[in-house]
């Protein structure tokens, strides 16, 4: 048969690549050998808030994951406290050696043991993978001994000896340590394919940069981008609402740690200008929450004072953005021209309130949302130190290469918040520049924005409508990440009426339970109704009021259980994780964590409850994802590519 040009011309291509009938064939048997192994496990993971040390956990784990299959393997040969060192030891290795070593009388035999049990452990992990992409994951130090371990069969007679001199060398050789660190590291590598974050990284709790640093040395990762995250990517791009909006938050939980230490950001220029200008408010709204016992009086005090300084200077940056974006539909949060200054009361929604804080010595009754002098010296210092902070930038630009505003995986819809609706239950359509955008193309053009936001340095109109729509999505009625009406941030702080601090949310939340509905979604992303899922998060499931994650007759999962802590009051655990392995979905509802120490120490674990969501009868392969597919997809090329070399339409070199 004839090829057309472009035909030729990738053909030609490949055959770069695959020179002969028989190196095409080679990869044709290769391909079809990986769709036949089972399915990689996809671990899913939400609203992590700064906890880093649950969420290492949960990592190394695997949500309990190695728990389960230690007791699946030595139920009958080791005892429960055996399984829970061997379990802790695959989680904190470094830590965990020294502490085993002390109370262990024969250190040899000791090793011996362990070595058997973790390399018979890491055989069932890499069972499921090509010894090409095990081969990848070894240790550098290690890599050639681990595989002959892997894939030798000590049962075979004429083996044993073999076997046994490898381990005996090890310990012999004062290597058992590296060695065991190594498998347990492994173990870790192994036991999740690939880990999906569906957002919101960032606030509330103290490591949100250590976590960021976790996943840039993790194998495989992508993010959801949670309201959260894209605050602070809108920081490091250098909007200066989005980095007043950060600090604003960090102050009002106490929680510096990542801005400062983590990021290294100097507060010295708000600490400066909130002495002076407010140096005699005793800010008594502004002191930070939950802060316990870990200021004293005079710190909290300086905090507040920051806090106040920051605020003012966040509500005048937002009015400016929402007076220079009418599209955005926001001019019922311009409050600060609705401040009677003289009776002391604020208009909202047309109903007037007295204010209860009018000490605003930086605000020009006739200009309100103009930056007095000092407060614009103070953001532009602040601004130049985010877009400075080399680790920030990092991290942000990870989140860019590896994150989205929704995702499509093996038939599963992931995004953090919400997708917009209308009161009657309908999907939400946008008409921007004349063109009419349904749900995912109005996400695909808030994400090229956000981008542009970051990217588009040549360009400062292109840049700011980007950074202004990076501040939209933190807190715009119709954001995907948001998904209230409004941030009543103005009302909480200075109003009494509660009626007024509601933030309502989308008609999203009301809905999403209905199976119409989500069956509605699923389509619009190009997923099967009958077989996708979509994975949310955002919004912790109050599972102490009788909440169940699992909604719209399981087409919907909530997996935002409260990680954070700031949240656990409300929802009664600690977080959900959702596991998806070659046999179906499971759901691991978590206690709260007490720390790395007692989980060392004490070999305290978290407590993970897990449930089989769904169950298949027929194992889950390769060939069913989207790796899958992919493969296919190749499979078919290189077949056609074997056809031109045997109809002489290509030569083989």
Request: aromatic share 10%; glycine share 6%.
């Amino acid at each position: 048969m004839p090829y057309s040009e472009t035909e030729m011309r990738y053909l030609t291509l490949l055959s770069k690549q695959y020179p002969t009938i028989q190196s095409a064939s080679t990869e044709i048997i290769n391909l079809s050998a990986i769709m036949e192994l089972p399915k990689g496990t996809e671990h899913f993971i939400s609203d992590i808030h700064g906890e880093y040390e649950a969420f290492s956990h949960v990592l190394r784990n695997g949500s309990g994951s190695v728990k389960r299959r230690i007791e699946e393997v030595f139920e009958y040969t080791l005892g429960e406290q055996e399984r829970r060192n061997l379990a802790t030891l695959i989680y904190y290795p470094e830590e965990k050696l020294p502490v085993i070593l002390k109370s262990v009388d024969n250190p040899g035999e000791w090793y011996r043991k362990t070595l058997f049990q973790l390399i018979k452990l890491c055989r069932i992990y890499s069972s499921k993978y090509t010894r090409s992409k095990v081969r990848k994951a070894l240790p550098k130090d290690f890599n050639y001994v681990i595989e002959e371990l892997l894939h030798e069969q000590e049962s075979t007679r004429n083996r044993q000896e073999y076997y046994s001199s490898i381990i005996n060398t090890i310990i012999e050789t004062d290597r058992a340590d590296a060695f065991i660190t190594a498998l347990a590291h492994l173990i870790q590598r192994l036991m999740i394919s690939r880990l999906h974050v569906i957002g919101d990284v960032y606030d509330r709790g103290p490591g949100a940069h250590v976590i960021m640093d976790e996943l840039m040395d993790y194998h495989a990762v992508d993010f959801q981008w949670g309201n959260h995250d894209i605050i602070w990517m809108g920081a490091a791009a250098g909007s200066s609402a989005c980095i007043a909006n950060v600090i604003r938050v960090s102050l009002r939980y106490a929680n510096m740690e990542t801005i400062e230490n983590g990021y290294a950001i100097s507060m010295l220029p708000l600490i400066s200008m909130a002495s002076d200008v407010y140096g005699d408010d005793p800010c008594d709204l502004f002191l930070p929450r939950e802060v316990a016992e870990r200021f004293t009086e005079q710190e909290q005090l300086l905090m507040a004072r920051m806090q106040k300084a920051i605020s003012i200077i966040q509500f005048k940056l937002e009015g400016q953005i929402i007076k220079r974006r009418p599209q955005f539909q926001m001019e019922d949060r311009l409050l600060l021209d609705a401040i009677d200054f003289e009776k002391g009361t604020v208009t909202v929604d047309g109903k007037e309130y007295p204010m209860k804080d009018m000490n605003f010595p930086t605000i020009d009754p006739q200009n309100p949302y103009k930056l007095s002098d000092a407060e614009e010296a103070v953001m532009e210092r602040l601004k130049l130190s985010f877009q400075n902070s080399e680790r920030l930038q990092r991290h942000v630009r990870f989140l860019f290469s590896n994150g989205t505003m929704y995702l499509v995986k093996n038939g599963n819809l992931l995004y953090h918040g919400c997708i917009p609706m209308t009161e009657d239950g309908e999907l939400r359509h946008f008409v921007l520049g004349n063109e009419d955008h349904g749900p995912k193309a109005f996400m695909d053009r808030l994400e090229r924005l956000a981008r542009q936001g970051y990217f588009a340095k040549d360009d400062p109109k292109k840049k700011q409508y980007g950074m202004d729509t990076m501040w939209y999505l933190w807190t715009g009625a119709q954001s995907p990440l948001f998904g209230k009406d409004k941030m009543a941030t103005f009302e909480r702080y200075f109003i009494d009426a509660e009626e007024t601090h509601n933030e309502h949310m989308n008609p999203y939340y009301q809905f999403r339970t209905d199976s119409k509905v989500a069956s509605q979604i699923l389509k619009e992303f190009g997923c099967d109704p009958e077989k996708g899922h979509i994975l949310n998060g955002h919004v912790p499931v109050k599972v102490k009021k009788g909440e169940s994650p699992v909604k719209a007759d399981g087409k919907l999962i909530v997996i935002d259980g409260g990680f954070a802590k700031a949240y656990q009051d409300k929802t009664g655990i600690a977080g959900y994780t959702l596991i998806y392995n070659s046999w179906g979905l499971l759901l691991a509802a978590h206690e709260p964590f007490e720390s790395k120490e007692k989980a060392v120490e004490e070999e305290i674990d978290i407590h993970s409850q897990t449930n089989i969501l769904e169950k298949n009868t027929k194992r889950i392969r390769v060939a069913d994802t989207d790796t899958g597919h992919k493969l296919k997809r190749e499979i078919e090329d290189l077949k056609r590519l074997m056809k031109a070399y045997r109809s002489g339409a290509i030569k083989e070199s």
